[in-house]
């Protein structure tokens, strides 16, 4: 037996030292071991803690690392596109993550665990700041199904179910559902169109945007409007024709031009009511002036317009509020309009050539005064 004192024993330093290099010794094998891929591997929790942190940190190679260590694979997006290559899945998810002014809190429910599958269930509260300002909100049920791969739990299928869609302006506690801001946003985007492309309008189109016009408010209830529907072209041909003798016998009567004043005039109208007069579908609005309440018909009709308008415009046509080249005496004749009723005005439904650009509007403090002046 090896002596390491005189009197054959530790002394005290000897047995501090060897114990701390057993200690150490221990550490580094330790760390050999966990390098070497050793190390526990992670649950299910664990797996979707950092399939979370990954996606909210923008972090594609870690949440990469949650759905396959294998090159070759298959993902197919919410909108049915097939993704085969780990690049494929990385292009798809660096436009999201690229994008700024986002966050993701997430909300865990539920985690199961089994041998081979597990799931979790979750609530993934999505914010996108928009650039209109305010943000968008989407809350949705995430659900994520786990596989074993080389004994590692892998996502291999989320499915995502909306719960809300919400818009937030100034004020994050007044959301705007998808629908509100879709009526909002076709109210202003709604445009006096003056060419129009010869595309047909559907029948069903035309019967959707006229039943949408009869529900306008009315007083009494009394719905005095009739709806002149004209799509006959040779019709419309000659309306255009005797739109320009119109205008130009009005013009020269109250005007008197002379003969070059005139010219410049009727190639002006000519131009103007080509345009005016390209949609396939008119609608001419009328009222009955001998309904309950006459005195209110004028802006029983002018509702009815409006909403015919609004309705034509959330179906992708361009309309407008014609009067000028339509004087309503003259157009009366030319239908055959009964005489108790009234032009309020006369409606192109078409798709537009290009859409105009919003013109100026005034401000809200402009026009808006409470309580009293």
Request: net charge negative; glycine share 8%; aromatic share 14%.
């Amino acid at each position: 037996m090896t002596s390491l004192t005189p009197g054959g024993y530790l002394d005290l330093k000897q047995l501090i030292f060897l114990l701390t290099a057993v200690f150490v010794l221990a550490g580094l094998c330790y760390s050999i071991s966990s390098a070497g891929g050793s190390r526990r591997p992670l649950s299910i929790r664990e797996t979707f803690d950092l399939y979370v942190r990954s996606a909210q940190n923008a972090d594609l190679e870690g949440l990469f690392s949650t759905v396959t260590d294998k090159d070759k694979f298959f993902f197919v997006t919410g909108g049915g596109k097939l993704i085969d290559t780990r690049q494929g899945y990385y292009e798809f998810h660096q436009r999201w993550f690229n994008a700024t002014g986002w966050e993701m809190p997430v909300e865990l429910l539920e985690v199961y665990e089994g041998e081979d599958y597990g799931y979790t269930n979750a609530i993934f509260h999505y914010r996108e700041e928009i650039p209109e300002g305010g943000s968008y909100i989407l809350d949705s049920y995430f659900t994520l199904i786990f596989h074993k791969e080389d004994g590692k739990w892998k996502v291999v299928a989320d499915i995502c179910a909306p719960i809300s869609r919400a818009v937030a302006e100034a004020n994050p506690e007044i959301r705007y559902d998808l629908d509100q801001v879709y009526l909002f946003d076709t109210i202003k985007q709604r445009r006096t169109v003056r060419k129009f492309k010869p595309t047909p309008v559907p029948e069903e189109h035309i019967m959707k945007i006229l039943d949408a016009a009869r529900f306008a408010p009315t007083a009494g209830n009394q719905q005095p409007w009739k709806f002149l529907v004209v799509r006959d072209r040779d019709t419309l041909n000659r309306l255009k024709g005797e739109a320009l003798g119109w205008f130009l016998e009005s013009y020269e009567n109250e005007r008197k031009p002379d003969r070059e004043q005139l010219d410049r005039m009727r190639e002006g109208v000519r131009e103007s009511l080509g345009g005016a007069l390209s949609a396939p579908v008119y609608v001419a609005v009328l009222v009955d002036s001998e309904a309950s309440y006459p005195d209110y018909v004028i802006y029983d009709g002018t509702l009815a317009a409006g909403h015919l308008m609004i309705a034509a415009r959330a179906l992708g046509y361009g309309t407008g509020f014609f009067t000028t080249f339509f004087p309503e005496d003259k157009v009366k004749k030319f239908f055959h309009i009964p005489a108790e009723y009234k032009l309020i005005c006369f409606t192109p439904v078409g798709v537009p050539e290009s859409w105009p650009e919003m013109p100026p509007k005034k401000s809200l403090e402009e026009i808006a005064v409470f309580e009293a002046f």
